[in-house]
């Protein structure tokens, strides 16, 4: 018999996906060659298959793939005639990937109003494993009159970048170069050309985790931590990346350990703040 001075705990009931928002393939997407994007019922759903392009990248190449998945969700669960934008975003890299493998992401909705939406992803590689856990926190804008192919990228610069990433790997691939800065400080830089673009002309939020991951592991290397790798992030945006600008990531160690490593990882355009993440490194495998 149920206690009645018991608290009971609530759970928030969903409605069930209103619609089938459109599927946009831009730049980033074809770039990192995914395919399958869309929705299922109330899931977002993607399909990477992981090949040379994504080499070097650990947990970086996952990073278009969720974000991707992780909005389709809150799409497809939110307003009518409204698109989700990441406010925030985690990803825990639970196992290497196996190179030449493909991987496929998974997303549903936690919680959706009318402005904010949680959901959270699966990413489960083609011998069943669940290779990372991601979560989203993203805020509804609307789609616009422009549709989806407002910013849609030159073929030239995908094909060139495609062709750097079959060569050297995911760095190459999204153009990230690592370098002195101001004062000396190494970060890595990278330039938003259309081919790294959202719909709405901005960097793709997948392309800037992704380059705060390859900082992160440049970060371990010149310390000498090459048997850790960056399992775990966080990163915010606390304001977009226009198209043309150039940002710095700029990394530092914040703890390291024997078998644990802390870092920060601060995306600067022009000296301000754009995106900000918190990375932990493990030894993976």
């Not at 079959?166 to 691939?173: I, K, R």
């Not at 392309?207 to 290397?221: C, I």
């Not at 226009?242 to 920060?264: T, Y």
């Amino acid at each position: 018999m149920t206690d009645p001075g018991r608290t009971r705990m609530t759970e928030t009931v969903l409605p069930p996906a209103r619609r089938v928002p459109p599927v946009g393939y831009g730049g980033p997407e074809r770039l990192f060659g995914i395919t399958g994007l869309g929705t299922e019922g109330p899931h977002g759903v993607g399909t990477l298959r992981l090949d040379r392009r994504h080499a070097g990248g650990a947990g970086a190449a996952l990073a278009v793939l969720v974000d991707d998945a992780l909005g389709y969700a809150a799409v497809a669960a939110g307003p009518e005639g409204e698109w989700s934008v990441s406010t925030d975003i985690t990803l825990d890299l639970l196992a290497p990937l196996r190179p030449e493998s493909t991987v496929t992401a998974r997303a549903r909705a936690l919680h959706v109003d009318a402005t904010l939406s949680v959901t959270e992803c699966h990413v489960v590689d083609d011998a069943g494993r669940v290779v990372a856990l991601a979560t989203q926190r993203g805020r509804f804008t609307p789609i616009g009159p422009e549709g989806l192919d407002a910013t849609a990228a030159a073929e030239d610069e995908i094909a060139a970048a495609t062709r750097l990433g079959a060569a050297s790997g995911l760095a190459a691939l999204i153009g990230a170069r690592r370098g002195d800065g101001p004062g000396g400080a190494s970060a890595t830089r990278l330039t938003v050309g259309r081919e790294l673009g959202n719909r709405f002309g901005a960097l793709h939020g997948g392309v800037a985790l992704a380059a705060s991951l390859l900082e992160a592991e440049a970060v371990l290397r010149e310390a000498g931590r090459d048997a850790l790798a960056p399992t775990s992030i966080r990163i915010t945006y606390p304001r977009p990346i226009e198209g043309g600008a150039e940002v710095r990531f700029r990394g530092a160690m914040l703890h390291s350990g024997r078998s644990f490593a802390v870092l920060d990882v601060a995306g600067e355009v022009a000296g301000r703040l754009a995106t900000s993440a918190q990375v932990t490194a493990h030894p993976l495998g």
